[in-house]
């Protein structure tokens, strides 16, 4: 039945392998399972009142228009909306042509990537990256040089002998995607010093960047710093933003920001994706964000994201065997990266899901390979209850791979 | 300054086409202007407030849908549809052969990353829909037109076609047919062509994606069975939408097929937007389960049958009949007009003087031809709107033939 269609696959078709998350979410889904794979947001957490409310106003003033097809670019007023609301951290309010509206931030690196990569191009991003992000550069064509992170994320002063070694190679470098703030999955954020760096570095090499940005307004501690884009004065940083993290994903609401050239080109291609993002939707969001709620509900879902997180610190440091285990406190996000040198994670793994509880192996983030020895805990989903409790038999999985019985 | 991501564009944005439309939107947007190039439906048709009655989901099930949704649809929109559409499939279709996605056009995207490297061929009818032709084009796809008339494709070119690209050593990876009401030439294929598009198919191993956005938009005779029901191979891919049934703000549509094809999609769907807004979804479900949709399609199609009977008749009216052709469509939203001895970039040029635009026949082919063609939207404007802007073009027309 299937020799239908199988013969004439095509070539991402033939190279297309199912996320190994998706595999392993399946394990953690069985009952009884406490788990701290998967990377979605708390729905304790969302406003689900207010979204309504704005649901409503918006279809009693609006309702006809929203229906309607929208232009590619996006809903206008959301688009000024954004414009203000990201002007602090974009050092500007953007114009109208330098931003699109999307279906969420994944769309982001879908376009940028069908204007940039051609099968065989190069992409570099750090070590460990978004699953999903080099996911969708893959089915491009893309392969990936990698630079080594630590605690003040990408090692950028790294980057030109591995820029130079790539054109000696004769690869071409497409863009440097980052994720600059409380990365997922190490969890890190780049520091001023290095971010400062890399936008010299690429500016130097005429090599632009995708600063995916999903997580930067949930930061607990510390001061926002400056974004790639604001540290740019030459167009070539693409900002990837997503109301997933701080509304909610249900909306798939992102958006890009950047120079109006590419910006022009990404919707050109977005015609053809999907003509343009729900109306409906988009006009939602606008209510919901004009209405005030936005800004007001924000510090709500920070405090209760930071509280689990002091919860998962103090958890860890109770249950966890300390001296074999390292971390870097996120100051924002969703996740922590644990690093264990003296235990495999997959073999951790295994008595891990025996004793009923679950996270995400470190090798998939890599798209070169490494990885073997961490693993990703995301912290927003399971309540205070479930986080001490799978943390007591986390610490017990990693006691019995070091002394097995 | 912009040059840095000039030199770092890949070969498709070299040669990306923006669509047509947009490039004389500036034209359209020009005040006292009647423009027929959209493809837009009519706003007054939306129903607005049954549709947004279904915001009182959010009230019992708003933390479920604000979250992410799954990348296959939201179930209870998957059952109803399989429910809804099966007198049109032929059978129920089961989850697993039904993907929804964000409009039909995604749908496009899907089946382009799904099948196409590029050199691939796609054979389709010739015209076709713009945003198909470019969808695949991106994707890097050649085309193989075959011509039309009023019965749709002419499918018995089709086999001499296929012989003839394998001949040239031409990978054909499937057939594209819009079957209903078809955009931009109105026609609809018979369904003794379609029974033969089928065995076609299956002598050549060639799949069919059958694009049925407009198939329940019927105005006169009976609906025909889908291709996809014809074939019992699994050979077919249906895609649907409800832009033109409930209305395009939603962006909701969907495709219908053997489950390993969808399969395949829903991971490619993955890496290219996650999941269609679940908001979104739940609420065009809350919409179609009440009766709604049954409800008022009706309305939808009585508005638009008013408005290309108002079409058919100001052409009647006021176009030179001797000098133009055209087959009147079924269903659907356009007219596609012939006329041999009218250069249409001419006619354009003029009936923008005379502030009337429509589509120019060109770009909706995709190895040349359309010269002397134009397509003609009815279901966005009101009727007396239509009659003037048909008089304005018949007027550009008759200046063009020296009347």
Redesign the interface.
Known sequence: MSSFWEPLYGRATRSLKPSPIREMLHLTRRPGIISFAGGMPDPAAFPVDAFREAANRILEEQGRDILQYGTTEGYPPLKSFLSSWTAPRMGKALAEDELLITAGSTQVVDLLSWATIDPGDSIVCEEATFLGSTGTMRNHGASFITVPCDAEGMKVDLLPALLEGAKEKGQKVKYIYTIPNFHNPLGCTLSLERRRLLVRIAQEWGIPILEDDPYGYIRYDGEHLPTLFELDDRGIVIYAGSFSKILAPGTRVGWAAGDREIVRKMAVFKQAVDVCTSVVAQAQVYKYCELGYLDAFLPKIIAHYRKKRDDFETAMRRSLPMEEVSWVKPQGGYFYWLQTPRVLARELFDRAIEKQVAFVLGEPFFPNGGGERAFRMCFTFASPEQTEEGMNRLGDAIRDCLSPA | ?????????????LN????PI?EILSVIKQPGMISFAGG??A??V?P??E??EG?EI??TD????????TTEGYPPLKGFLSEWTAPRMGRRVSQEEMLLT??S??V??LIG?????PG?TILTEDPSYL?AL??FH??GANFIGIPTDAEGMVVDMVPEALERARAEGK?V??IYTIVNFHNPCGSTMSLKRREKLVEISRRF???IFEDDPYGYVRFDGEHLPSIFSLDP???VLYAGSF?KIL??????GWCTG?K??IR?MT??K???????????QA?AYEYCSKGYLDRHLPKIISNYREKRDAMESSFRRHLPLDEVSWVKPEGGFFYWLDMPNIDVKALFDKAIEKKVAFVMGTPFFANGGGEHNARMNYTFSSPETIDEGVRRLGDAMKELLGR
């Open positions: 300054m912009s040059t840095i991501w000039e030199s770092n564009y890949s070969n498709k944005s990306v086409r923006p669509s947009r837009m439906p706003p007054d939306f607005v407030d549709f947004f915001v959010l009230r708003g933390r479920n849908l604000l979250q992410y949704g964000t409009g056009q995604q496009l995207d990353w799904a099948m196409v490297d691939d945003a470019t969808a991106n994707h990978r990876k499937f191993n060639v799949p191979n699994g050979g832009s209305a395009p703000g939603t962006r909701i053997q390993e094809i395949k991971v490619f993955q890496a290219i937007d996650l999941c269609s807004s679940p908001i979104t609420l």
